[in-house]
């Protein structure tokens, strides 16, 4: 079965009316393909609710466009292009690597060799590479020598070869730095080659890889150097790569392991010694440059390597001691990056067509939509954004877009067998996760491992990012998730009526409080878990300042994130970073010492850790999760205080609050947030609805919230598997309103929007979106709250 | 431990029975779980099935346990209208493979025939923490985690 023969992505996530947006498109197999912008309003198919709704709006670019093949060369290399200092007539070659997949599975995606450093193509040229049984194997042209002995995996080894062209002699180092006491030894191999060094033009030096082909077909242009294929990209990590233009003995090899090292002269020159100064063709530390695109060469000619698609790096080294964690204290022992053979920073596709958008243009979600007269079909979501200043509404919804890049094509449901005991149910997959479990190159989420079992914590939106579709239900949720999900809301608001602009997290990123400050109220996403600091900051600043803030989810402002530095030359927010450090829910756990971002040099982790509690953004904070179903709200007695009664006019205290929906069946599921007053709730916080006693086993706290395991943790069990809705003042007459459940947006649509959740929510957000300050609450509210002290209603009835 | 009943005991048929009568109960909700509604469709009180049943409950979590090679799964062949039964490949690149020709038009009813594939296809004593096999060295045992 064929899935998706259209794939594509734009240049930008927010484009600005007059600016330029170009889509890059994917069309295997049909000759040409239908093109039109379309405004999203509704993106679920569920037909218990409105069903999908989206809206031509007759742009410029809709039309027949010729399909074409595009295709994406992921995994991660470096390289220096061809020069004639690498072509030499003698070679020693040598570094330390970590590998993770030395031998693969014949069926694996990209089993067979793997380059480590590489002048080679196509029988001609020298390298060291990993063959398929896991061996080191040194090439000199189509010779081979190796040594026999399988490479232990997650393990250091210092592998080094030497080639003499006046002898012929060619000699293999691979020496373990981790040996146990029943291990063999492994013994240098030496072999007389009859051959003399040849290379292919064109073929660059590669680290992590090897040159498999030059091509002039068209698709080869978004390879890197264009129109070179990287083949055998290799798994784990590389550290202190080096090349030398003769056959060094070993005695030459151990010290070439110092590097250039220019200050043992006071010539400065390169070189551990004056002859060794004399062989070096490139010495690279990628200690040096940690948050950026190059591999430094401390050698003589400064053939500093280009880095392609991101691999992670302020990874420990093969000297990381253990006693320094954060690589900007000690980047010497940071001098590894770690490569992997699904790695992808930019897909780099020929422009298929592109829309300036015309000024006046209403601030919405938009998306290409791709279509083929066979039936294909593919979405490319994008939001017109306000230049700061030029806002057109009193209200912005806030596109939680890093949250988006950090799910962007994930593959648990097909990788990760515990995901049927995370979700209590058979995971159901869609054609996008069929299509990715087959296209690697596409690259996975930060929720996903790479596929050599590493955790992946960068991703780019440079790419088709097939999970942020609509008509895409979630495995997590078997319904819509992050950005069908968000569509709930934007329903409601457009079959409300209200004006609103759209705003995302990366604007919100860059340009700070002035993104924010024009707007009366800013809404939230389902789910907006990934932010960085900046945006963070830009919140709180809004807030203080008397801006008004409807949280509209859970799990939100969990995660650590930042945009790497790197890419900014080629747009906003290209690439996001996270690291999954101790605590927090984690599919997958950094290493000891990987814990510092390699983009801004940040502690990575989530942000409680960093001081940062959730629960200080919007007044609740994450407690638990569960993905079978959802269930309802009841109010509290506090709903009835007069500083927050306004929000129930026309709702009985009795009635069940979103005891429907389209995710889970109810307002109250997935992912939940509660109050907690000593992890950064205000004390002043009112609860006004909770779902507390009603959640399935399923349910679970989260682990950052106890200290050790035991029984009893469950919905059925714990009383902090609920969701709390909570509403709070902020100064000069601001408020935040957080609805705490990810399924709660689920419960806009239902009825055509008429029902108590809608009713709750347009309360709200009619006395939120008002311009002048809100009304200060009676003196009788003005009084002294502790934290620990402070008493929820309903352990207030227990006692 | 408990065991894995087989399909033909009385146990195994308990379980079948309240397995679907929950099933059944899910038919309209966006999710599923083990539990009975008490209206169909709507999760406002549900009871029964894995919060009642708990030779039920430690099956299904045996099942759901099990590593991603060989695992079944649901596939959504047409949005809304199809669904098919298929098994995944537990190798990176490998994509899941349909195991039946069966088309289903509603997304509850493959997990009944999934449940009763597995109650077919499991050891009675299958996930018993003794029986640990090749790979318990290296996390690869027989309890899954992500």
Redesign the interface.
């Known amino acids: 079965m064929t899935w998706m023969k259209i794939t594509g992505y734009a240049d930008k996530f927010s484009v600005h009316p007059g600016d330029t947006i170009k889509f890059l498109v994917n069309c295997d197999g049909p000759a040409e393909y239908q093109a039109e912008i379309v405004k999203m309003i509704h993106a679920d198919t569920n037909p218990r609710g409105p069903g999908f709704i989206e809206e031509s709006i007759k742009a410029s670019c809709d039309g027949t466009y010729k399909g074409m093949k595009q295709e994406i060369y992921s995994g991660s290399y470096g390289f220096v292009v061809d020069k004639p200092q690498f072509c030499v007539e003698s070679v020693t070659l040598q570094c330390w690597i970590w590998p993770t997949t030395p031998k693969t599975h014949p069926k694996y995606w990209k089993h067979g060799a793997q380059g480590l450093v590489t002048k080679w193509h196509d029988g001609k040229g020298y390298g060291l590479f990993i063959n398929e049984d896991g061996c080191v194997e040194f090439r000199i042209n189509d010779q081979v020598i190796s040594t026999g002995a399988p490479l232990r995996d997650h393990a250091w080894h210092f592998v080094a070869a030497s080639f003499d062209a006046k002898t012929g002699e060619a000699v293999l180092y691979h020496e373990p730095q981790i040996v146990y006491a029943l291990d063999p030894e492994i013994e240098p191999v030496t072999k007389k080659l009859a051959t003399k060094l040849a290379y292919t033009p064109g073929t660059p030096t590669v680290i992590a890889g090897y040159c498999g082909a030059l091509s002039d077909a068209p698709q080869a242009k978004a390879s890197m150097p264009a129109g070179t294929l990287i083949k055998g990209h290799y798994n784990g990590k590389i550290d202190s790569p080096r090349i030398a233009n003769r056959a060094l003995s070993r005695l030459e090899i151990e010290t070439m392991k110092l590097g250039a090292q220019p200050g043992l002269s006071e010539r400065r020159n390169s070189g551990p010694t004056g002859k060794l100064s004399e062989a070096i063709v490139a010495s690279w530390d990628f200690s040096d440059g940690i948050n950026t695109l190059a591999g430094k060469d401390k050698g003589p000619y400064l053939f500093h390597a280009t880095i392609v698609n991101c691999p992670t790096r302020a990874m420990t080294g093969y000297n990381w001691e253990g006693q320094v964690f954060d690589w900007k204290t000690a980047p010497e022992q940071y001098g590894a990056i770690h490569f992997h053979d699904d790695d992808i920073d930019d897909a780099r596709w020929a422009t298929s067509f592109e829309w300036t958008v015309p000024k006046g243009t209403s601030s919405k979600f938009y998306a290409a939509k791709l279509t083929s007269k066979d039936g294909g079909e593919d979405y490319i979501p994008f939001w017109v954004v306000p230049r700061v200043g030029e806002e057109t509404a009193k209200i912005a919804f806030m596109v939680p877009t890093i949250s988006y890049m950090a799910y962007a094509n994930e593959h648990l449901a097909n990788n990760a067998g515990g995901a049927e005991l995370l979700v209590y149910r058979v995971p159901i997959m869609q054609q996008q996760n069929m299509f990715l479990s087959e296209h690697r190159e596409y690259g996975g989420s930060i929720y996903d491992t790479h596929t050599d079992g590493s955790g992946l914590c960068l991703s780019s939106r440079l790419r088709p990012i097939l999970s942020i579709r609509p008509k895409y239900d979630h495995f997590l949720a078997q319904a819509p998730w992050q950005y069908p999900a968000d569509l709930h809301m934007i329903y409601w608001l457009e079959k409300k009526g209200y004006e609103y602009d759209i705003i995302t997290d990366e604007d919100v990123t860059y340009d700070g409080l002035a993104r924010l400050e024009k707007y009366n109220v800013i809404i939230t996403g389902s789910h907006p878990e990934h932010n960085s600091g900046p945006q963070l900051d830009a919140l709180h600043n809004y807030m203080q300042r008397g801006g008004r803030f409807m949280y509209m989810g859970a799990d939100g402002w969990y995660w650590v994130h930042s945009y790497h530095p790197g890419y900014d030359g080629l747009g906003r927010g290209i690439v996001t970073e996270m690291r999954r450090c101790e605590s927090g829910i984690r599919t997958w756990r950094a290493d000891p010492g990987e814990y510092y971002h390699q983009g801004t040099g940040e502690l990575g982790g989530m942000w409680r850790f960093r001081g940062r509690y959730l629960h200080t953004i919007a007044g609740t904070g994450m407690s638990s999760e569960g993905f079978d179903i959802s269930t309802y709200y009841s109010r509290t007695p506090e709903s009835n205080d007069e500083r927050v009664a306004w929000a129930f006019e026309g709702i009985t205290y009795d009635e069940k609050l979103g005891n429907f929906g389209l995710v889970g069946g109810g307002a109250a599921g997935t992912e939940l947030d509660i109050v907690d007053t000593m992890l950064g709730s205000p004390p002043h916080t009112l609860v006004v609805a909770t779902s507390a006693g009603r959640h399935t086993e399923g349910y679970l706290l989260v682990m950052e919230d106890y200290g050790f395991n035991q029984q009893g943790l469950d919905g059925t069990q714990h009383p902090r598997v609920r969701s709390d809705i909570a509403y709070h003042e902020t100064p000069n007459g601001g408020a935040s309103f957080a609805f705490s459940s990810i399924a709660f947006c689920g419960a806009l649509p239902w009825n055509n929007g008429d029902n108590n959740i809608s009713k709750l929510v347009g309360n709200v957000l009619n006395r939120f979106m008002k311009d002048a300050p809100l009304p200060m609450p009676s003196p009788a509210a003005i009084v002294h709250r502790g934290r620990a002290d402070y008493d929820q209603p309903m352990n207030k009835a227990r006692k | 431990m408990i065991p894995i009943p087989r399909k033909s005991s009385p146990d195994a048929q308990r379980m079948i029975d309240e397995h679907k009568e929950c099933i059944d109960s ?1 038919k ?8 009975k509604c008490a209206t169909p ?4 009180t ?1 009871t029964g099935g ?2 009642e049943d708990f030779q039920l ?1 430690r099956v299904l ?1 045996r099942m ?6 060989g ?7 047409k ?2 209208k199809e ?1 098919r039964i ?1 098994r ?2 537990g ?6 493979e ?1 195991v039946t020709d069966k088309v289903y038009d509603n ?1 509850q009813d ?2 009944h025939d ?1 449940f009763l594939m597995r109650l077919e296809e499991f050891a009675e004593t299958d996930g018993f923490p003794e029986h640990f096999r090749e790979g318990w060295k290296r996390r690869d045992d027989m309890w ?3």
């Open positions: 899910m309209g909700v966006a999710g599923n779980s083990v539990l469709g709507d999760t406002t549900v894995i919060h409950n979590l759901r346990a099990q590593p991603a090679k695992k079944l799964v649901v596939v959504c062949t949005i809304e669904w298929a995944l490949s190798i990176r690149g490998v994509p899941p349909f997304e493959p997990q999934i899954t985690v992500t």
